[in-house]
């Protein structure tokens, strides 16, 4: 517990009032909780809410993976899954279950509980999103992953992509029903303290009888950097709530986040890096030089979600008064409805406004990065965007009767969308109103063992998404080998995509664009296979793109009208010898234009680890761990747009980020000890760059605890 014991005073403030904020939040919701409305693809018999899901809280000896058709609610191409993953005992104690969303259609999702036991060291990290990740070093900067098939789809406010790591939305909550309250703080931070990094979590839900739950969840970062001009600060707020009963659902999220990243362009001289014995001074990170300063990318994001469904069903009496069964209500069909409004706002501003002489004319210091002005004076780019969603579905339940071997769900959606930004030409902003209207369907099959799948597709077929098609699905079966059960799964899509209209239309100081730009087409297929007895996972994908839109060398919009293949394949296998285990997670990708698509050829997370418990409390796990990829021209970073572009100048990677760290376990809490790129004491030259110009914190210590408690 010591190591919780350290200095709150940066984040003092936040911790006090996040704490009555959490108070006030749950007294409300009580107050309140009749405003609450409903979700349910899979009601049961029993009316203790706690058994809605079928997914059963796993003893020490299960394997605690959900379906991957079950668990993929949009975007599960990536088969990224983490087997055998160790859930926390205190989930069985306290009976706690959990679940996601499916915001269209109301349908829940099995989850896992975020209380992982091993490896939790990594989670903190940007680069533990994924087997290679491009970021800005900082915690909590933009980000993307290296792996093609990872990436989600491009978001109508396409800000929102670089920091999909961080931002909250309602199919990414957690809703739970629990027994007995449930608390979860967290809180992680590296040294020495004029650079430090923290980010305090915080997550309260409670249940007010069987049917209500309410909860809120905080997610602060505070980060100074350990480059000039790179402070993050990051805010978000969360209420969920959900109610199930036999008749209605319904679920609740509301969001207000807010975030500020400075910005300075990248370091402009790599020696710094590679060669700091040739710079003949002794300097610190922070004396890097950067391309400029007292620069700011901001972005708000605040959500208001509402889903409930309505049950239709009969009453099935017992056969046999003489027993004291209860009569039970069996769903049949359910009438559900959904309402999300998004509203948010992007701001690039710079007060780097020094002039210098460049080739003898007198131009801002930040002007000088950039071909183009569009408008004089220092920079003040702002865009704001709304959303406003309803949505009303009909189902068919599976399993009303034991030939009902699937459910089936149609739904109709409607999408109003505003745009305002700044006109870079004329005065005022510029404004934009569209529409969209989507109707879809859902064809599902979520009981039973040999057979499930989840296919998806939706059709826009009036307003700005006319013509745009999704249609997706997965399906899993399995066969058990002397009790160990080998899954093998698929998944493949084909999507025409409407371009956004921020993708086609775009005023700033340095970036105007009127495009027409064409649909964009993907075809996916894929699938993975997990064999229990050696712990191996095998997945392969291939992927064909026409009409790709990208950002290229001169960062402008730009759309490949040839067709472009990837080829992604995986190998998760994990060792086990008594107390010794590694884990390794490789990734195969080859894409036959790597202008348009690039890619390393080779990436791999390895992690080797002794874990074994010390006394009967407490569980160690130590060992060092890697990132690696091979060299590729990777894309880079550009602020002004607050978006990642292709480049053919610098190539990146053939360095290892390695971490040594001491992962432990104690009752009620987590805590780890972690010396973050420890390779860059032992290997010369230097290249731990993640983009051009941007390379990963220096070695550093980090330390971070977390408490799960139950009362």
């Keep these: ?31 309140q909780a009749y405003i609450i409305l409903p979700d349910s693809s899979q009601i049961t018999t029993d009316p203790d809410s706690l058994n809605l899901l079928p997914a059963q809280i796993p003893n020490d000896h299960d394997d605690v993976r959900q379906p991957e058709a079950l668990t993929q609610a949009y975007h599960p191409g990536h088969l990224l899954h983490d087997h055998g993953a160790e859930a926390d005992s205190l989930q069985r104690q306290a009976q706690m279950t959990v679940w996601r969303i499916d915001a269209r259609t109301g349908h829940r999702l099995p989850a896992l509980p975020d209380t992982l036991l091993h490896n939790y060291q990594q989670t903190i990290l940007p680069d533990g999103q994924s087997v290679a990740t491009g970021f800005l070093a900082t915690l909590g900067s933009p980000a993307y992953s290296k792996i093609f098939a990872d990436r989600p789809e491009t978001e109508q406010f396409i800000f929102n992509n670089a920091y999909s790591f961080y931002l909250k939305n309602p199919e990414k ?18 040294s020495p303290k004029q650079n430090r ?74 020696r710094f890096i590679t060669h700091p014995d040739s710079i003949q001074e002794n300097f610190t990170s922070n004396y890097i030089p950067v391309k400029f300063t007292r620069t700011w990318n901001s972005l708000s994001n605040n959500r208001f979600f509402l ?41 690039f501003l710079s007060y780097d406004t020094t002039y210098v002489n460049v080739g003898g004319v007198e131009v801002q210091q930040i002007d000088r ?95 700005a998404n006319l013509g745009e098609f999704r249609a997706e699905g997965d399906v899993e079966t399995g066969f058990y080998i002397a009790g160990k059960r080998t899954a093998l799964s698929a998944h493949a899509y084909i999507k025409n995509l409407k371009p956004k209209y921020l993708e086609e239309n775009y005023y700033s100081k340095y970036f105007r664009w009127n495009r027409n730009l064409g649909d964009i087409r993907r075809v996916y297929v894929g699938g993975r296979l997990h064999i229990p007895f050696t712990n191996t996972t095998l997945g392969m994908g291939v992927e064909n793109l026409q009409n790709l839109i990208y950002y290229d060398e001169q960062k402008q919009i730009a759309q490949e009208s040839d067709n472009v293949q990837l080829l992604t394949v995986r190998v998760e296998q994990n060792l086990h010898f008594g107390v010794f285990n590694w884990d390794n997670h490789a990734v195969f990708q080859t894409s036959s234009n790597q202008k348009v698509i690039p890619v390393p050829a080779f990436s791999l997370y390895s992690n080797m680890y002794l874990k074994t418990k010390i006394v009967n409390e407490l569980t160690l796990q130590l060992g060092v761990d890697a990132h690696y990829h091979t060299r590729y021209f990777a894309p880079g ?45 032992f290997i010369n030259p230097k290249e731990y760059f993640s983009l051009p110009g941007y390379p990963v914190n220096p070695a550093i210590l980090r330390i971070g605890v977390s408490l799960n408690l139950h009362n």
């Design 197 to 270: 990094e923290e980010r305090f979590e915080a997550r309260l839900t409670s249940n007010f009888g069987k049917k209500l739950n309410v909860g809120m969840d905080v997610d602060l970062i505070n980060t100074r950097g350990y480059y000039n001009s790179q402070a993050v600060k990051h805010n978000n707020f969360s209420l969920f709530g959900s109610y199930l009963s036999e008749r209605i659902e319904v679920h609740a999220f509301m969001n207000q986040g807010s975030l500020v990243n400075a910005e300075n362009g990248g370091i402009t001289d790599e």
């Design 1 to 31: 517990m010591a190591i919780f014991c350290v200095d709150l005073h940066p984040m003092k403030e936040k911790l006090i009032i996040s704490l009555l904020a959490s108070i006030l939040s749950i007294t409300a919701a009580c107050a």
């Design 637 to 681: 970073y550009e602020p002004a747009l607050l978006q990642f572009y292709n480049q053919r100048e610098r190539e990146i990677g053939d360095y290892p980020i390695a971490t040594a760290y001491a992962n432990m376990h104690l009752k009620q809490a987590r805590f780890y000890v972690m010396y973050y790129n420890a390779a860059s004491q």
């Design 173 to 190: 909550v957690l809703f739970a029903n629990t027994r007995v309250p449930y608390s979860r703080l967290s809180y992680n931070r590296s």
């Design 307 to 347: 889903s409930g469904r309505y049950n239709l069903g009969y009453v099935d009496l017992p056969a046999d008064s003489l027993h004291r069964e209860q009569p039970r209500f069996v769903p049949v069909a359910s009438v559900g409805f959904s309402s999300q409004f998004t509203r948010q706002h992007r701001r």
């Design 369 to 463: 990065f950039y071909a183009n002005r569009f408008y004089e004076g220092a920079v003040d780019d702002s865009l704001r965007f709304s959303s406003l969603k309803n949505c009303i579905s009909l189902s068919l339940r599976e399993g009303f009767r034991e030939w009902v071997k699937f459910g089936l769900t149609a739904f109709l959606e409607h999408d109003l969308r505003n745009y305002a930004m700044r006109d870079s030409l004329g005065p005022g902003m510029t404004h934009h109103r569209e529409s969209a209207v989507t109707i879809g369907g859902v064809l599902n099959k979520q009981q039973g063992e040999n057979l499930l799948f989840n296919i998806r597709a939706d059709l826009g077929v009036l307003g």
